[in-house]
């Protein structure tokens, strides 16, 4: 659920997918679900997706904080 993911953005400020589908467990649905439900959460602008350029050469993730 999207209210899930919500709740744990509140709890921990900010996750990249990785970790919020380890925190959401295995019963939650595919990292492509996921993603879908991130980008209807960041088009309604509930989240948004933090990441500088540099940071893709090293293989650092997105980072989705909750939009203030």
């Given at each position: 659920k ?14 990249s997918?990785?970790?919020?589908l380890?925190?959401l467990g295995?019963?939650n649905g595919t990292?492509?679900?996921l ?6 959460l960041i088009t ?10 540099r ?6 993730p997105?980072?989705?904080?909750l939009?203030s």
């Open positions: 999207q209210i899930d993911i919500l709740e744990l953005l509140y709890k921990y400020r900010f996750s997918r990785q970790l919020l380890d925190s295995e019963g990292d492509s679900n993603y879908q439900k991130l980008e209807v309604r602008g509930l989240v948004f997706k933090r990441h500088e350029p940071q893709k050469l090293f293989g650092v997105y980072a989705f904080p939009h």
